[in-house]
Each structure stands twice: as C-alpha cells, then as structure tokens.
C-alpha cells in the first residue's frame, strides 16, 4: 500500500527530469505500481480511509512521483457518493505516454489554487489552463486511447502531463505577480 511518505517532495531532482516513454507488454512491476497508485487515489478520497491512512487527498500521480521516471499518470475522479448505501463512485484514467494532441482556447484556473501531492505547503496564485483538452495515449494493453476532458479533469491531465516533462504547478505560477491576468480566465 503506498502511503503519502512515499511520494517525492518538491525539493527531490528527481521530480525535474523528463520520464522515459513506456514500452510494451507492460512489466509485472509497473502495473502493481499503478494499482497501488489508483487505490492511493480512491482511499485518498474516502475521508475515513484518508485518516485512517493519513493519505493526503489527490486527484492524480505520475509514476516520477514515486521515483519512476516513465510516462505513465493514474486519475481518478469521484464522480458520485450514495448517501444512502455509502458507496463512492469514481472514474479512473491509467494513461500510458499521455500527449495532448488538442485543447481548447478558452484558459481556467482553480479559484481555491491548484495543488500536488508533493507539493506540502500552500501556495499562492493562479495556474491558468485549457478548460478542455484531448489526450491521447495507450491503455494497459498497449491499445491507443483518446480521452476528452473538461474543467477538473482537463486540469488534472495537463498537470499529470507536466510532472512527466519535469514541471510541477508551482512553475506555471508568475513569481513576481502571482495573480497575473487573472481576469482573463474562468475560475472553477
């Protein structure tokens, strides 16, 4: 079971390089490490398993975070909770050498501030983003895939993506005017 003490820390090199592009048939190691990371996800949503845990809450992870420098991002995205029978619902995306091949022109940010599972402070400013994006990339089989995202899950994917080229959010942020041009994007 990962744990939040074995995601890097932003001031780990590590997280600056470029990930390797995932070859196939994919290695034994390398799809229980994205398991691991997709269950991380789903009890890091879950606020009994994440203090039961103590998982700090995320959407997303790249394999760098975890020290592997490969192209592969996990999300999941709870989309529903059952009050009744207390079910969570979630959609989850294993995106091996995920590319944005397209993305709209319309910009977003997070109004709370975007976040990262090793970035453990809060940091202030905006990361402007595509409100949509088209990803294309393979399955765990090998198979191409092509996702259409929006909003939260847009964000999610170009800050996945951004990990494996060596950039985290606090990058996109401008140093000097941490609120720069905001009033030309949507806040969500």
Known sequence: MLRTKDILDEKDKRLRQISEEVTFPLTKEDKAQMKRMVAYLRDSQIEEKAEKYDLRPGMGMAAIQLGIPKRYITIVNEIDFDEETGKHTFETYIVM?????SHSEEMIYVELG??????????????PRYARCTVEG????????????????????????DHLNGILFIDRIDQKNPFKNQEKYRAI
């Open 138 to 161: 393979y399955d765990m089989d090998g198979h191409k895939i092509r996702i259409r995202a929006r909003e939260e899950l847009s964000i999610a994917f170009q800050h996945e993506i």
């Open 114 to 127: 975007e976040g990262c599972l090793s970035v453990n402070r809060e940091v202030e400013g905006i990361v």
């Open 97 to 101: 050498n995920p590319k944005i091949i």
